[in-house]
């Protein structure tokens, strides 16, 4: 093996000053240096390190070795010369996972305590908000105080949506899992997505959980379920994050198929009995409850029941929506928000549109124009493909694990019960989602008796569930993809149905032209339960050239989101695109885009991979 032995900070500085010439402390290909740079050991011949992926190898590899304290390092030139899906891969591998990984204690909170999130401080300290019936997470936190800028809350024992609207103006974190072992406590870790998300997520949380396990992290994904077991137990629900605000909001569910992945590796049947108990609990109270996420017709709707806008929200971000009532009573609109706040002022019209607004972010979809005005109106295609996918997990693990007898507080739940909730559930989306003539699912009003007829990267997630027929599976196949097929992969939507963007109607992060991890995974996953492989490796291999590809050419940035339109990291829309500002070398990728890097990995033939690490394009393999 070739190794150059380098002193690390003179490298790393004439390199910079050679080939930085925007000075971002990246090499990429928007710089103008002369991408060829020449290395020596006393040892060996100079070699010059050409181009701007083997130049950013060099970058980042030279970075990697000081991060661990070196002064002169040996890099190998397989390294700085690494095929670019390796590289990808063997950096989210052992790297990314690392640099996401948080614990809520006296090793982790420091992290927490500087984030930037933290605007509103009890004289300057964070708030850990504690559930009440949990004495040694209040007890430990509590302790933590005599060394560290916290202050540890008890919440009550019965959480309201006018409790949380009072604490919205001194927000903080909430505790997570924490263990005990020999009298030491700890904090169970978690992944966070990165960037500025230092808090763990609900359903980016499931997403990441595919590439851990792949990466053979299976003890990390297993401590996603008992977070999830946690939050679900104190503050009755997963969380869209842990954070005090989130506490009336939870996020699409994904638990059953966690638990059923985790298990596939670990086959710890006590963990499973324990962790399947607690999942039929959530289904039954956070979604089955009538009247909330419940209605009438037997599906389900996203209901974030909170009061008031949602706290995490830039300053100004509802401005557009305030003036023209602020206006109306000739007021400012921040004295206008004010005393709507405090009740002061009543608005029935921003009552609902707040509902609707929180009910958008409990989707995960935020935002979209797709549910903007009404989500909390709609039956979604996606929330009752994935309640499907839980009663049909359910079933199989009861049938199959448990000889069909699972007692729950007396109540035996055989794999029967579960399977009837399917097929009844099946039935109605049949009869309110799918449109025969258009061949695809739609989202249902139901408060106008209509079909949205927006079409969404949502409509494949009924094969995903495996709830389509295979009939429907082949319609869905030959209606949608033409409409959402883009360079670099599935479109959030198509052109059409997102409409006209203005300066009075700017774009949403769901939307067409960006493409998310999720989606995109849910798809491969769907298509392949109905046997279109070949269908499959064109769209994974689309999706991960642009990932590659962007990598390549932009010193390793693997971001949030992309425009898969144009295939491009660079998005132009609403909270801006987490991950594309660092230095030198990203230290964490982002955590859903790294598992779907993985995941389609896992599932590409040997032979697109190949294709893949030579750079080909999409359009030169696929017609």
Known sequence: MIFFNLNIEATLQKLLLQEDTDGDKRITIEDKGPKAFEITSSKREPYMVKGTYHLSNLLQELVIAKNKGKTTAQIPLKDIEEPPVERVSRMVKDYFWSGLTRTMDEKGIQNLINDSKNETLISNKLRVYIPFNDKIAFKYYRNLETDFPIKAIELPKKITPNFVKRINTKPGILSLKLKEDNGQINGIPFVVPGGRFNEMYGWDSYFQSIGLIIDGKIELAKAVAEHFQYEIEHYGKILNANRSYYLTRTQPPFYSSLICEVFEVCKDKNWLKSHLKTAIHEYETVWMVEGKRLIKNGLN??????????????????????????????????????????????????????????????????????????????????????????????????????????????????????????????????????????????????????????????????????MATQKQAEEILKNALPLLLEKG???????????????????????????????????????????????????????????????????????????????????????????????????????????????????????????????????????
């Open 301 to 466: 709707r996203y209901l974030a029941e909170g009061i008031g806008f949602p706290p995490e929200c830039e300053e100004g971000h509802f401005d557009a929506i305030i003036k023209p009532f602020a206006d109306a009573v000739q007021i400012s609109i921040n004295t206008y928000l004010e005393k709507y706040q405090k009740g002061e002022i009543k608005n029935n019209q921003l009552d609902i549109y707040f509902l609707n607004d929180r009910s958008v972010r409990e989707s995960g979809h935020d935002t979209s124009y797709r549910i903007d005005s009404n989500c909390a109106d709609l039956n979604l295609v996606e929330l009752n493909a994935f309640l499907y996918k839980y009663e049909i997990d359910f079933a199989k693990l009861i049938k199959d694990e448990f000889d069909d007898i699972f007692i729950i507080n007396s109540k035996n739940y055989t794999s029967n019960y579960w399977l009837e909730k399917a097929r009844n559930r099946k039935k109605k989306v049949n009869v309110y989602l799918w449109n025969e003539n258009d061949g695809l699912f739609y989202d249902y009003n139901f408060t106008t008796n209509k079909q949205s007829k927006f079409v969404s990267a949502t409509t494949f997630t009924p094969l995903w569930s495996k």
């Open 489 to 623: 992969g599935i479109s959030g939507s198509t052109q059409e149905s997102r409409g006209e963007i203005s300066n009075e109607r700017p774009a949403r992060q769901w939307d067409y032209p960006n493409g998310w991890a999720p989606h995109q995974m849910l798809i491969w996953k769907g298509l392949l339960n109905y046997g279109f492989d070949t269908e499959t490796q064109e769209l994974i291999y689309r999706w991960l050239y642009m990932i590659t590809k962007n990598a390549v050419d932009y010193n390793g940035t693997i971001p949030e989101k992309y425009d898969v339109v144009q295939a491009t990291h660079k998005v132009f829309a609403e909270y801006g695109n987490v991950g594309t500002d660092f230095e030198y070398i990203t230290q964490e990728g982002f955590g859903w885009m790294n598992a779907s890097y993985q995941y389609g990995l896992s599932l590409l033939t040997k032979n697109n991979i190949m294709h893949l690490n030579q750079l080909k394009k999409p359009e030169e393999l696929f017609i």
